[in-house]
């Protein structure tokens, strides 16, 4: 009855890290573009990632939130934040300049001027301490 109990606590645990290490795997940042990649997309490119973002779906925020109410990926708490990430993962911004327009919207201002405005939502939590969620970019 104990070892059994010790088994079923190991394999809990073990499949609670391996499911966090998957679903935050998905939300580091990219490594710099290389040397002669273009800082700037050319007009109307498309982002190298799918919206929304970074969770494409509710159990996917649901995983996230959980993470972040764990002190994992403080970023996603803040939507200036959330939205830098972003456009490091969609365009290769490593030095962006992010600015509250309104409520859910981030003016994000990357490389030789160029803009990008983002909707952002909290698909888990509304108010402190919940996520945000790109879900437009124009």
């Given at each position: 009855?104990?070892?059994?109990?010790?088994?079923?606590?190991?394999?809990?645990?073990?499949?609670t890290a391996v499911l966090t290490?998957?679903?935050?795997?998905?939300?580091?940042?990219?490594?710099?573009?290389?040397?002669?990649?273009?800082?700037?997309?050319?007009?109307?490119?498309?982002?190298?990632?799918?919206?929304?973002?970074?969770?494409?779906?509710?159990?996917?925020?649901?995983?996230?939130?959980?993470?972040?109410?764990s002190g994992a990926q403080p970023?996603?708490?803040?939507?200036?934040?959330?939205?830098?990430?972003?456009?490091?993962?969609?365009?290769?911004?490593?030095?962006?300049?992010?600015?509250?327009t309104e409520p859910g919207t981030?003016?994000?201002?990357?490389?030789?001027?160029?803009?990008?405005?983002?909707?952002?939502?909290?698909?888990?939590?509304?108010?402190?301490?919940?996520?945000?969620?790109?879900?437009?970019?124009?």
């Amino acid at each position: 009855m104990r070892a059994t109990r010790l088994l079923t606590t190991l394999l809990t645990t073990l499949l609670t890290a391996v499911l966090t290490a998957v679903l935050l795997g998905g939300c580091a940042t990219p490594a710099p573009p290389a040397a002669g990649t273009p800082a700037a997309p050319p007009s109307g490119a498309a982002p190298a990632v799918a919206l929304p973002w970074p969770a494409r779906s509710a159990a996917e925020a649901a995983g996230l939130q959980q993470a972040a109410d764990s002190g994992a990926q403080p970023w996603l708490l803040d939507p200036e934040e959330t939205a830098l990430s972003y456009a490091a993962a969609a365009f290769g911004w490593t030095a962006a300049g992010a600015e509250r327009t309104e409520p859910g919207t981030v003016l994000v201002t990357g490389p030789a001027g160029a803009r990008r405005t983002l909707t952002l939502v909290q698909p888990v939590r509304s108010g402190t301490g919940g996520i945000w969620s790109v879900t437009a970019d124009r």
